[in-house]
């Protein structure tokens, strides 16, 4: 058994009993999400604990902040926007996590929540994909999914791909060259501890092995301080966000409020 098997196999086995509870209850049960606590801040040493996982009806759950909507393909997470004007490694954060100095966006979710949420789309670890490090020019492969960016901005709803919140649009690297794939992350020896827990990364692209998902091709590996928050098209650091994780596939739904 490979050392993610537990953590995989607990989330997945949590994932189905849900949805056999799910095929039983009453098509009179209210879609709207239940309010959940905030996932617990990051503490160094020890797994952050996993909000409770519910059924919202018509094929959506919710695990801690995370709505999950499987018929179209995609989970949202609230956050905010985090570091602006400083180098930056990765996309999203769980709170207090170890990168979040290097962070754009802070996720109110842990590792194990948001691992859960992309396994209930139904992505798996693409077996092809061997062990990579950190900084690593190879690329790395996996289901590719969509990620953006929502706000709100005089009452309206605004969305743009994580790539344009990065990427200078003047820069050599164009935000529509870029791919998002889902990795997995790894466990954390001696106890197997999910390293995305232990970490907070959720969402990189300079080839961390521990965060969920990856740029396919590294960005910024070997320039340090080439890639930074849009500045002319996100709003201020602080302002609360709206993470969209999207099944890569011709029939899913746009995302929408």
Not at 57 to 65: A, C, E, F, N, S
Not at 175 to 185: D, L, M
């Given at each position: 058994m490979s050392p993610r098997a537990p953590v995989v196999a607990t989330v997945v086995c949590a994932a189905l009993l849900l949805a056999a509870g799910a095929s039983a209850q009453s098509p009179a049960q209210s879609s709207t999400p239940a309010a959940a606590a905030p996932s617990q801040p990051f503490t160094t040493g020890r797994p952050?604990?996993?909000?409770?996982?519910?059924?919202?009806?018509?094929?959506?759950?919710?695990?801690?902040?995370?709505?999950?909507?499987?018929?179209?393909?995609?989970?949202?997470?609230?956050?905010?926007?985090?570091?602006?004007?400083?180098?930056?490694?990765?996309?999203?954060?769980?709170?207090?996590g170890m990168k979040d100095y290097e962070t754009l966006l802070e996720a109110e979710a842990t590792g194990s929540e948001f691992n859960l949420a992309c396994i209930l789309l139904g992505l798996e670890r693409d077996p092809r994909q061997g062990p990579f490090y950190q900084f690593s020019e190879a690329s790395v492969v996996g289901p590719k999914v969509r990620v953006s960016i929502a706000?709100?901005?005089?009452?309206?709803?605004?969305?743009?791909?994580?790539?344009?919140?990065?990427?200078?649009?003047?820069?050599?690297?164009?935000?529509?060259?870029?791919?998002?794939?889902?990795?997995?992350?790894l466990s954390m020896p001696p106890d197997g501890q999910f390293a995305a827990d232990i970490t907070g990364t959720l969402i990189g692209f300079v080839h961390d092995a521990n965060s969920i998902i990856e740029s396919a091709l590294g960005l910024g590996i070997g320039t340090y301080g080439s890639v930074n928050g849009n500045a002319d098209l996100l709003p201020p650091v602080g302002t609360p966000i709206e993470l969209v994780v999207q099944l890569a596939r011709e029939k899913a739904k746009p995302a929408g409020p």
């Open positions: 952050p604990p996993v909000g409770e996982l519910k059924s919202l009806g018509k094929d959506r759950y919710q695990v801690g902040r995370i709505v999950v909507d499987k018929k179209a393909g995609r989970f949202t997470v609230p956050g905010r926007v985090l570091v602006m004007g400083q180098p930056l490694e990765y996309l999203a954060t769980s709170p207090k706000w709100q901005d005089g009452g309206k709803r605004r969305e743009i791909s994580a790539a344009e919140a990065l990427l200078d649009p003047k820069g050599d690297v164009r935000p529509e060259s870029v791919e998002w794939v889902y990795t997995g992350s």
